[in-house]
Protein backbone atom coordinates (compact mmCIF):
# COMPACT_ATOMS: atom_id res chain seq x y z
CA UNK A 1 0.00 0.00 0.00
CA UNK A 2 2.80 2.46 0.77
CA UNK A 3 4.61 2.00 -2.44
CA UNK A 4 1.15 2.88 -4.28
CA UNK A 5 0.59 5.69 -2.32
CA UNK A 6 4.28 6.79 -2.81
CA UNK A 7 3.93 6.31 -6.88
CA UNK A 8 0.55 8.22 -6.78
CA UNK A 9 2.17 11.31 -4.85
CA UNK A 10 5.02 11.24 -6.97
CA UNK A 11 2.99 11.46 -10.08
CA UNK A 12 0.73 14.38 -9.00
CA UNK A 13 4.04 16.15 -7.57
CA UNK A 14 5.01 15.83 -11.36
CA UNK A 15 1.96 17.17 -12.79
CA UNK A 16 1.96 19.82 -9.99
CA UNK A 17 5.84 20.81 -11.68
CA UNK A 18 4.64 21.01 -15.20
CA UNK A 19 7.11 17.96 -16.10
CA UNK A 20 5.87 14.94 -18.22
CA UNK A 21 6.73 11.65 -16.58
CA UNK A 22 8.62 9.39 -19.07
CA UNK A 23 6.54 7.03 -21.32
CA UNK A 24 8.00 3.67 -22.57
CA UNK A 25 9.44 3.99 -25.57
CA UNK A 26 7.41 3.02 -28.71
CA UNK A 27 8.68 1.47 -31.97
CA UNK A 28 10.21 4.04 -34.30
CA UNK A 29 10.33 6.53 -31.62
CA UNK A 30 13.44 8.34 -31.69
CA UNK A 31 16.22 7.96 -28.86
CA UNK A 32 15.36 10.28 -25.25
CA UNK A 33 11.63 10.10 -26.34
CA UNK A 34 11.48 13.76 -28.19
CA UNK A 35 9.05 13.93 -31.66
CA UNK A 36 10.51 12.75 -34.87
CA UNK A 37 11.98 15.21 -37.23
CA UNK A 38 11.71 14.66 -40.65
CA UNK A 39 14.91 14.35 -42.82
CA UNK A 40 16.32 17.65 -44.43
CA UNK A 41 15.84 18.14 -48.34
CA UNK A 42 19.04 18.82 -49.21
CA UNK A 43 18.36 19.27 -53.36
CA UNK A 44 15.28 21.88 -52.05
CA UNK A 45 18.34 23.59 -49.87
CA UNK A 46 20.93 23.85 -52.48
CA UNK A 47 18.63 25.61 -54.86
CA UNK A 48 17.29 27.91 -52.62
CA UNK A 49 20.77 28.80 -51.72
CA UNK A 50 21.68 29.02 -55.62
CA UNK A 51 18.74 31.21 -55.92
CA UNK A 52 19.52 33.87 -52.94
CA UNK A 53 23.11 33.83 -54.40
CA UNK A 54 22.39 34.92 -58.00
CA UNK A 55 20.21 37.62 -55.97
CA UNK A 56 22.89 38.71 -54.08
CA UNK A 57 25.07 38.91 -57.15
CA UNK A 58 22.04 41.04 -59.34
CA UNK A 59 21.19 42.99 -55.86
CA UNK A 60 24.95 44.02 -55.25
CA UNK A 61 25.77 44.99 -59.36
CA UNK A 62 22.64 46.62 -60.29
CA UNK A 63 24.50 49.74 -60.06
CA UNK A 64 27.07 48.44 -62.32
CA UNK A 65 25.09 46.85 -65.34
CA UNK A 66 22.93 50.32 -65.29
CA UNK A 67 25.93 52.36 -65.73
CA UNK A 68 27.11 49.69 -68.72
CA UNK A 69 23.47 50.08 -70.63
CA UNK A 70 23.57 54.03 -69.89
CA UNK A 71 27.28 54.07 -72.19
CA UNK A 72 25.87 51.88 -74.60
CA UNK A 73 22.78 54.02 -75.18
CA UNK A 74 24.70 57.15 -74.89
CA UNK A 75 27.34 55.54 -77.85
CA UNK A 76 24.16 54.91 -79.65
CA UNK A 77 22.43 58.38 -79.31
CA UNK A 78 26.63 60.14 -80.54
CA UNK A 79 26.55 57.86 -83.17
CA UNK A 80 22.71 58.76 -84.68
CA UNK A 81 23.85 62.69 -83.82
CA UNK A 82 27.21 62.32 -85.87
CA UNK A 83 25.66 60.58 -89.23
CA UNK A 84 22.90 62.99 -88.83
CA UNK A 85 25.28 66.15 -88.61
CA UNK A 86 27.14 64.19 -91.34
CA UNK A 87 24.25 64.26 -93.70
CA UNK A 88 23.02 67.57 -92.74
CA UNK A 89 26.56 68.94 -94.19
CA UNK A 90 26.23 66.87 -97.36
CA UNK A 91 22.61 68.49 -98.32
CA UNK A 92 24.55 71.66 -97.16
CA UNK A 93 27.36 71.18 -99.63
CA UNK A 94 24.98 69.95 -102.61
CA UNK A 95 22.93 73.39 -101.65
CA UNK A 96 26.09 75.57 -102.57
CA UNK A 97 27.08 74.13 -105.00
CA UNK A 98 23.62 73.78 -106.47
CA UNK A 99 23.58 77.65 -106.34
CA UNK A 100 26.44 77.89 -108.09
CA UNK A 101 25.09 75.89 -110.84
CA UNK A 102 22.50 78.39 -111.29
CA UNK A 103 24.47 81.50 -111.32
CA UNK A 104 26.77 79.82 -113.94
CA UNK A 105 26.10 81.07 -118.31
CA UNK A 106 24.18 78.31 -120.24
CA UNK A 107 27.09 76.38 -122.30
CA UNK A 108 27.42 77.12 -125.53
CA UNK A 109 25.43 74.46 -128.01
CA UNK A 110 29.07 73.76 -129.99
CA UNK A 111 30.61 73.32 -126.55
CA UNK A 112 28.09 70.81 -125.55
CA UNK A 113 28.43 69.15 -128.44
CA UNK A 114 32.01 68.56 -128.69
CA UNK A 115 32.53 70.83 -131.68
CA UNK A 116 34.30 73.76 -129.95
CA UNK A 117 36.96 72.60 -126.80
CA UNK A 118 35.92 75.93 -125.15
CA UNK A 119 33.46 78.95 -124.87
CA UNK A 120 34.08 81.57 -127.42
CA UNK A 121 32.83 84.70 -125.52
CA UNK A 122 35.59 86.06 -123.25
CA UNK A 123 32.48 87.11 -121.20
CA UNK A 124 31.20 84.20 -120.57
CA UNK A 125 34.71 82.80 -120.10
CA UNK A 126 35.33 84.63 -117.17
CA UNK A 127 32.48 84.10 -115.57
CA UNK A 128 33.29 80.22 -116.29
CA UNK A 129 36.49 80.63 -114.38
CA UNK A 130 34.85 82.70 -111.76
CA UNK A 131 32.28 79.44 -111.03
CA UNK A 132 35.16 77.04 -111.02
CA UNK A 133 37.04 78.83 -108.18
CA UNK A 134 33.72 78.89 -106.44
CA UNK A 135 33.65 75.30 -106.37
CA UNK A 136 36.91 74.69 -105.11
CA UNK A 137 36.52 76.91 -102.32
CA UNK A 138 33.63 74.80 -101.42
CA UNK A 139 35.42 71.83 -101.52
CA UNK A 140 38.67 72.69 -99.66
CA UNK A 141 36.00 73.19 -97.13
CA UNK A 142 33.81 70.00 -97.29
CA UNK A 143 34.46 66.48 -97.01
CA UNK A 144 33.86 63.17 -98.40
CA UNK A 145 31.14 63.04 -101.73
CA UNK A 146 30.70 66.41 -100.97
CA UNK A 147 34.38 67.42 -101.97
CA UNK A 148 34.61 64.99 -104.59
CA UNK A 149 31.29 66.50 -106.24
CA UNK A 150 33.00 70.49 -105.76
CA UNK A 151 36.52 69.59 -107.08
CA UNK A 152 34.25 67.63 -110.20
CA UNK A 153 32.15 70.62 -110.85
CA UNK A 154 35.44 72.91 -110.56
CA UNK A 155 37.27 70.68 -113.02
CA UNK A 156 34.39 70.51 -115.97
CA UNK A 157 34.20 74.29 -115.15
CA UNK A 158 38.17 74.62 -115.78
CA UNK A 159 38.08 72.45 -118.94
CA UNK A 160 34.94 74.62 -120.18
CA UNK A 161 36.91 77.58 -119.75
CA UNK A 162 39.81 76.29 -121.50
CA UNK A 163 42.11 75.76 -118.88
CA UNK A 164 43.68 71.91 -118.94
CA UNK A 165 46.12 72.49 -115.90
CA UNK A 166 43.53 73.65 -113.43
CA UNK A 167 41.12 71.16 -114.48
CA UNK A 168 43.87 68.38 -114.70
CA UNK A 169 45.04 69.65 -110.77
CA UNK A 170 41.16 69.64 -109.92
CA UNK A 171 40.33 66.16 -110.51
CA UNK A 172 43.68 65.33 -108.58
CA UNK A 173 42.08 66.43 -105.62
CA UNK A 174 38.94 64.69 -106.26
CA UNK A 175 41.00 61.36 -106.61
CA UNK A 176 42.67 62.62 -102.80
CA UNK A 177 40.01 62.24 -101.12
CA UNK A 178 39.52 58.39 -101.42
CA UNK A 179 36.17 58.93 -101.81
CA UNK A 180 34.54 54.99 -101.79
CA UNK A 181 32.28 53.50 -104.73
CA UNK A 182 31.43 54.90 -107.13
CA UNK A 183 31.52 58.28 -106.55
CA UNK A 184 35.22 57.50 -105.53
CA UNK A 185 35.43 55.68 -109.21
CA UNK A 186 34.66 57.65 -110.62
CA UNK A 187 36.94 60.86 -109.48
CA UNK A 188 39.69 58.37 -110.13
CA UNK A 189 38.88 57.23 -113.89
CA UNK A 190 38.56 61.25 -114.59
CA UNK A 191 41.80 61.59 -113.37
CA UNK A 192 43.37 59.44 -114.97
CA UNK A 193 41.51 60.22 -118.28
CA UNK A 194 42.87 63.54 -117.41
CA UNK A 195 46.46 62.70 -117.38
CA UNK A 196 46.53 60.49 -120.50
CA UNK A 197 45.20 63.37 -122.19
CA UNK A 198 48.27 66.09 -120.98
CA UNK A 199 50.43 62.86 -121.64
CA UNK A 200 51.23 60.91 -118.49
CA UNK A 201 50.05 57.72 -119.96
CA UNK A 202 52.11 55.92 -117.29
CA UNK A 203 50.48 58.13 -114.11
CA UNK A 204 47.17 57.07 -115.76
CA UNK A 205 48.29 53.21 -115.90
CA UNK A 206 49.12 53.52 -112.49
CA UNK A 207 45.88 54.35 -111.35
CA UNK A 208 43.68 52.21 -113.47
CA UNK A 209 45.89 49.86 -112.61
CA UNK A 210 45.14 50.42 -109.04
CA UNK A 211 41.33 50.83 -109.35
CA UNK A 212 41.56 47.47 -111.38
CA UNK A 213 43.21 45.17 -108.53
CA UNK A 214 40.80 47.03 -105.77
CA UNK A 215 37.30 47.70 -107.07
CA UNK A 216 34.78 44.86 -107.13
CA UNK A 217 32.27 43.78 -109.55
CA UNK A 218 31.54 45.96 -112.94
CA UNK A 219 33.80 48.63 -111.83
CA UNK A 220 36.60 46.97 -111.36
CA UNK A 221 36.02 45.24 -114.81
CA UNK A 222 35.68 48.87 -116.26
CA UNK A 223 38.90 50.00 -115.45
CA UNK A 224 40.84 46.92 -116.70
CA UNK A 225 39.23 47.45 -119.79
CA UNK A 226 39.86 51.05 -119.60
CA UNK A 227 43.48 50.27 -119.12
CA UNK A 228 43.56 47.98 -121.97
CA UNK A 229 42.50 49.96 -124.13
CA UNK A 230 44.23 52.79 -123.18
CA UNK A 231 47.66 50.61 -124.00
CA UNK A 232 46.18 50.46 -126.97
CA UNK A 233 45.88 53.67 -128.16
CA UNK A 234 49.27 54.33 -126.67
CA UNK A 235 51.03 52.12 -129.22
CA UNK A 236 51.87 49.57 -126.79
CA UNK A 237 50.45 46.13 -128.13
CA UNK A 238 52.20 44.00 -125.79
CA UNK A 239 51.04 45.51 -123.00
CA UNK A 240 47.30 46.30 -124.39
CA UNK A 241 47.03 42.41 -125.29
CA UNK A 242 48.06 40.92 -121.80
CA UNK A 243 45.72 43.49 -120.35
CA UNK A 244 42.48 42.11 -122.65
CA UNK A 245 43.94 38.69 -121.55
CA UNK A 246 43.89 39.21 -118.18
CA UNK A 247 40.17 40.68 -118.35
CA UNK A 248 39.34 37.80 -120.10
CA UNK A 249 40.48 35.31 -117.34
CA UNK A 250 39.44 36.97 -114.88
CA UNK A 251 35.82 37.88 -115.70
CA UNK A 252 35.29 35.33 -118.60
CA UNK A 253 30.91 35.89 -117.97
CA UNK A 254 31.52 40.28 -117.82
CA UNK A 255 29.01 42.11 -119.88
CA UNK A 256 32.02 43.58 -121.35
CA UNK A 257 33.39 40.86 -122.93
CA UNK A 258 32.43 41.89 -126.48
CA UNK A 259 34.92 44.70 -125.96
CA UNK A 260 37.40 42.67 -124.76
CA UNK A 261 37.21 40.53 -127.74
CA UNK A 262 37.35 43.33 -130.09
CA UNK A 263 40.44 44.43 -128.64
CA UNK A 264 41.82 41.34 -129.34
CA UNK A 265 40.69 41.28 -132.55
CA UNK A 266 41.88 43.98 -133.77
CA UNK A 267 45.15 43.69 -132.03
CA UNK A 268 45.90 39.86 -133.74
CA UNK A 269 45.14 41.33 -136.85
CA UNK A 270 47.57 44.00 -136.29
CA UNK A 271 45.28 46.96 -136.83
Given at each position: MANRKQRRAAARTGEQDGETPDLPLQPGDPPGGGP???FPDHEKDALFKA???VQQMVIGHWKFGLALIAVVLLAVLGFGLWEAHGEDAQRAVQ????KIDRKMPKENPLVAAGFSPTEPDANVVAQVQEGARRFEAIAQEAEGTGAVTAWMRAAAAWERAGDTESAKGAYASAHEVGASGVVGWSASSAYASALSLNGDVDGSVAILREMADSATGILGEQALLTLAELYEDAGRPGESRAAYTEFST???QSVLTDRV???????GSGQ
Open positions: AQPQMTAKIAKHPNSGLARL
